[in-house]
């Protein structure tokens, strides 16, 4: 082969070979910035250091519950009052039997200064902690949401619970006490055999229900025991209230705060609170179930 020849065939096949170890070099980067230039803000996905664990398909996601622990387990959520109880006054206060004696169907319930009513709180609140007992696994019975004009009364309020075979049951109040009297209680039922009132059997399971609320409401709300009822204690026993008296499984009242009380008042106003306390009370529901 001629000499000049030679020189144009290297030539030739030197620029193959720079041509295709470069593409090699490049296969697969894409668009890969220059390194001796500015970085890039938009740097190819296959470069970018992964921070993330892929799910197991068995791990929960971040929309499903946290557990599945009740599973199984009734609680009935007996919202205090009706919102509409003002409106049939003579229904409500129609006496009915709680067995040591005689008392009125329902009453209206107290309010706050600016007029939130108890009703309204309640139900607010017994709404929120349904859906954290469903979420769960509980099946949840409200012994009313609202749909019913006026009650139910105190008496048929106790039977709901009595007929779902509750594992639990918890009714949901606020209090209204003096000014500067604040924080929550938990009302226990008394041993009362009188009449159609027995409360032998749940009195120790009742105990046990409202010493795991009270001290998963305190820390979840964040607020003190009453100041005025308990002994510092958040546990109050009383034998004058039918909803208790006429309860055949375990059952205690939450009052949630004092809403006669302005401080008071403001945490049962916030909707941000009141979730606190729904949680307060389903965490205390979770534990005493689980045992």
Same mark, same amino acid.
């Given at each position: ?16 070979? !720079?041509?295709?170890?470069? +593409? ?37 996601? @971040? ?71 469903? $979420? ?21 309020? $106790? ?6 075979? $509750?594992? =639990?049951?918890?009714?949901?109040? $606020?209090? /209204?006490? !003096? ?38 409401? !305190?820390? =979840? ?10 002994? /510092?204690? /958040? ?20 009052? +949630? ?12 106003? @916030? ?21």
């Amino acid at each position: 082969m001629p000499n000049d020849q030679w020189k144009t065939a290297r030539r030739t096949l030197a620029l193959v070979l !720079a041509a295709t170890g470069c +593409c090699a070099a490049l296969a697969g980067c894409g668009t890969a910035p220059d390194p001796a230039g500015p970085p890039s803000d938009k740097a190819p996905a296959s470069r970018e250091p992964s921070t993330s664990v892929p799910a197991s398909p068995s791990a929960p996601t @971040s929309t499903a519950p946290e557990n599945r622990s009740l599973t199984g387990r009734t609680v009935v959520v007996d919202p205090g009052h009706n919102p509409s109880n003002f409106r049939h006054s003579e229904e409500i206060n129609r006496k009915v039997n709680i067995g040591t004696n005689r008392k009125e169907c329902d009453t209206t319930g107290t309010s706050t200064d600016a007029g939130y009513t108890e009703a309204s709180f309640t139900l607010d609140v017994s709404h929120r902690l349904r859906d954290l007992l469903v $979420a769960r696994g509980a099946k949840v019975v409200l012994t009313h949401d609202a749909e019913r004009p006026w009650g139910p009364c105190i008496d048929e309020r $106790a039977r709901i619970g009595n007929e779902a075979r $509750a594992d =639990a049951v918890v009714s949901v109040h $606020a209090d /209204g006490s !003096a000014v500067g009297n604040r924080g929550f209680h938990v009302i226990l039922p008394a041993r009362v055999r009188e009449g159609a009132a027995d409360t032998a059997k749940i009195v120790g399971p009742s105990r046990e229900l409202g010493e795991r609320i009270a001290d998963r409401f !305190a820390r =979840a709300t964040g607020t003190a025991p009453s100041n005025y009822l308990g002994g /510092g204690t /958040g546990l109050d026993v009383r034998d004058d209230l039918g909803g208790l008296n006429l309860s055949t499984v375990p059952k205690v009242f939450v009052e +949630c705060g004092n809403m006669r009380d302005p401080k008071d008042a403001k945490l049962l106003t @916030s909707a941000a609170w009141r979730q606190k306390a729904a949680q307060g009370i389903a965490d205390g529901i979770g534990t005493y179930l689980k045992g």
